[in-house]
């Protein structure tokens, strides 16, 4: 199940550089060329992106035995 969300986020990283790319200028050759709500999306997609990677590579503490 790792490796599902981190393909996910990486997914969602790259398609939100593109946004911001094209949102920006940067990327011409699409509808969302110059249009900066789309630079806005791309940074909430990458940020989403980020945070699924985050939470499914961080290690979980081992839990301690309860107390006699």
Known sequence: MKWIFTIIGVFLIVIGIIW???????????????HIQWAVFGAISAAIGIVLITRANRRRMPSRPAPR
């Open 20 to 34: 911001i790319l094209q949102g920006v200028n940067i990327l011409p050759g699409s509808f969302m060329t110059g």
